[in-house]
């Protein structure tokens, strides 16, 4: 188990990849039948699973949100995806930021990353 300073480090972006904000990551939900999926400040196209993340899927809540703090904690409340009230950064413990990096590396190996999280400086540890 990886230690929640270690988990918080700064990570380093993708050149060319743009940054999404969360308005922008709503909006992506079934734009182009695409499914976008925010999780620990990177955005990924879950389309390819959309028995899973589709209108139909269980994890179709997740789509078009930051979701780090609902995975997390694997929760399907709508307060769990609104990061002005809950963020993985400063919301999180160890054990919690564990979790939420299994997801991240799981994405990581599946989905397309195609963009960062905007940070507008709101949501700081």
Same mark, same amino acid.
């Given at each position: 188990?990886?230690?929640?300073?270690?988990?918080?480090?700064? %990570?380093?972006?993708?050149?060319?990849?743009?940054?999404?904000?969360?308005?922008?990551?709503?909006?992506?939900?079934?734009?182009?039948?695409?499914?976008?999926?925010?999780?620990?400040?990177?955005? %990924?196209?879950?389309?390819?699973?959309?028995?899973?993340?589709?209108?139909?899927?269980?994890?179709?809540?997740?789509?078009?949100?930051?979701?780090?703090?609902?995975?997390? #904690?694997?929760?399907?409340?709508?307060? %769990?995806?609104?990061?002005?009230?809950?963020?993985?950064?400063?919301?999180?413990?160890?054990?919690?930021?564990?979790?939420?990096?299994?997801?991240?590396?799981?994405?990581?190996?599946?989905?397309?990353?195609?963009?960062?999280?905007?940070?507008?400086?709101?949501? #700081?540890?």
């Amino acid at each position: 188990m990886a230690s929640k300073e270690e988990l918080l480090k700064p %990570f380093e972006k993708k050149a060319g990849l743009p940054e999404v904000s969360l308005t922008e990551l709503s909006e992506a939900l079934g734009r182009d039948g695409s499914l976008w999926l925010g999780c620990k400040g990177r955005v %990924f196209d879950v389309s390819a699973s959309p028995g899973f993340y589709g209108k139909e899927g269980g994890y179709h809540i997740f789509v078009g949100n930051d979701s780090s703090v609902a995975l997390a #904690k694997m929760k399907f409340d709508k307060e %769990f995806l609104d990061p002005s009230h809950l963020h993985w950064s400063r919301d999180l413990d160890a054990k919690e930021l564990n979790i939420l990096e299994d997801w991240l590396q799981r994405f990581d190996g599946k989905y397309k990353l195609v963009g960062y999280i905007k940070d507008d400086g709101k949501f #700081k540890v």
